[in-house]
């Protein structure tokens, strides 16, 4: 079946400079690559996704990239600021697992001032 | 997407006693899920919930243990039974199709947080 691994576990980043979490998936037919935050205390927050007839997508200060013959995508966001500290999750569909969400372990931002 | 709410939001409960907890969509949703969200891991799926239909669950979690019910397009509960500590964990519920929302998006409560004592 589907597995999504997720890497970082925890990124520190200056305030203001760029952070990048990276996923990989193994199911080839995968076509849905969503990204959520997690602020403490709340549910999961949807941010951006990807589907798979693109290569990336842009949000403001956020965008996510996808390459599909590597079977890897990436969360990029910019200009980071304080209220960006949360646990990011990646998630991919699992066209072999009754295409539910198969989720990465979360990646743990912190933004230093 | 969708306004999600969940009652209740935390709760201390005895071991062998039981809880309910409640999602409340704000518009008609096909696929309602529920999941278990131990303290710094990932979301691990329990079942998907279909109006009309049982519930399907995913392995390791059993009807008996985990009930649930969808009586309606905007509602579901899920039941957990005889508790142990072990079950102490954030329950999260979460929607897709939402609002005429694109396939496989999900939008999630703000979850309930349990302890076993």
């Known amino acids: 079946g589907e597995n999504v691994e997720q890497h970082p576990s925890t990124l520190s980043v200056q305030e203001g400079d760029s952070a990048v979490i990276k996923c990989t998936y193994s199911?080839?037919?995968?076509?849905?690559f969503p990204w959520y935050k997690q602020e403490l205390g709340k549910g999961p927050q949807l941010i951006i996704d990807i589907r798979s007839n693109v290569g990336e997508k842009k949000d403001q200060r956020i965008a996510v990239t996808l390459n599909k013959t590597a079977k890897h995508f990436s969360l990029h966001i910019t200009e980071t600021q304080p209220e960006d500290s949360a646990v990011y999750f990646c998630?991919?569909?699992?066209?072999?697992?009754?295409?539910?969400?198969?989720w990465g372990a979360g990646t743990k931002l912190i933004i230093k001032p | 997407s969708a306004v999600i709410s969940q009652k209740p939001s935390r709760d201390i409960c005895q071991r062998g006693t039981s809880l309910t907890i409640q999602c409340q969509v704000d518009s008609q949703v096909t696929m309602m899920f529920w999941y278990r969200q131990q303290p710094g891991q990932s979301l691990t799926l329990i079942a998907t919930?279909?109006?009309?239909?049982?519930?399907?669950?995913e392995s390791g979690f059993v009807i008996d243990k985990f009930p649930i019910s969808r009586p309606n397009l905007t509602f579901s509960t899920l039941t957990v039974s005889n508790m142990s500590p072990e079950d102490s964990s954030i329950y999260l519920c979460s929607v897709e199709g939402a609002g005429g929302g694109n396939f496989y998006e999900q939008y999630f409560g703000p979850g309930t947080r349990l302890t076993v004592t």
């Open positions: 998630a991919a569909v699992g066209m072999d697992s009754n295409y539910q969400l198969i």
């Open positions: 199911d080839s037919a995968s076509n849905y």
């Open positions: 919930a279909n109006q009309g239909s049982e519930a399907t669950y």
